[in-house]
């Protein structure tokens, strides 16, 4: 397994749309391992392809208790249903170092997707789950967090991140 480097926004990769996976075959289990493990070492609950500059319909996802590992890999995923009720949750994002979002979103979710194994799988899921879900299913079409929240709000958190990347940013990149 490998570390990849995670991209943080402003960046035009994180807004493009990805393909569609053809076949969970071992490319993709090690693209999704590797997530995995970028994922937990940043630390984080969920990540997206993109996030790793990688333009397949891949999302990692792992809400367990900190200490616990539960781990979920969605290829294809696809919403079937959504609850009328929503939920607001205070989001955060891989992409965004620390800058924080309260989003509304569906409050339960059905979703359809092929698993580490190829197999097509469907699961109910709410609350947290749902959430992340939702979340990194955005990134898949190059939809940000910021993209639900009011400009204002919108406009802030991305001065101050590009305010972060030039700070970061080693001399002469
Ligand atoms: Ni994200």
Not at 27 to 40: F, G, N, Q
Not at 50 to 68: F, K, L, M, N, Y
Not at 145 to 151: G, L, Q, Y
């Given at each position: ?40 070492a ?34 294809n ?67 940000l ?7 204002l709000?919108?406009s ?18």
């Open positions: 397994m490998a570390l990849l480097s995670i991209v943080k926004a402003p960046d035009p990769i994180l807004k493009k749309k990805c393909y569609r996976v053809d076949t969970v075959d071992d490319d993709i289990r090690r693209l999704m391992d590797d997530m995995l493990e970028t994922m937990y940043a630390p984080g609950i969920g990540l997206a392809a993109p996030q790793v500059a990688v333009h397949r319909r891949v999302i990692v996802i792992d809400v367990s208790p900190t200490g616990e590992r539960d781990p979920l890999c969605l290829a995923p696809e919403l079937l249903d959504v609850s009328d009720e929503s939920n607001l949750h205070e989001e955060g994002c891989l992409s965004f170092p620390d800058q924080y979002a309260e989003v509304v979103r569906p409050e339960r979710i059905r979703v359809r997707f092929l698993d580490y194994h190829n197999e097509i799988r469907e699961i109910e899921a709410g609350g947290l789950l749902a959430t992340c879900i939702q979340h990194e299913m955005d990134h898949l079409d190059g939809i967090f910021v993209d639900h929240i009011s400009m709000k919108r802030m958190i991305l001065r101050k991140m590009t305010k972060q990347k030039k700070a970061g940013a080693p001399a002469g990149a």
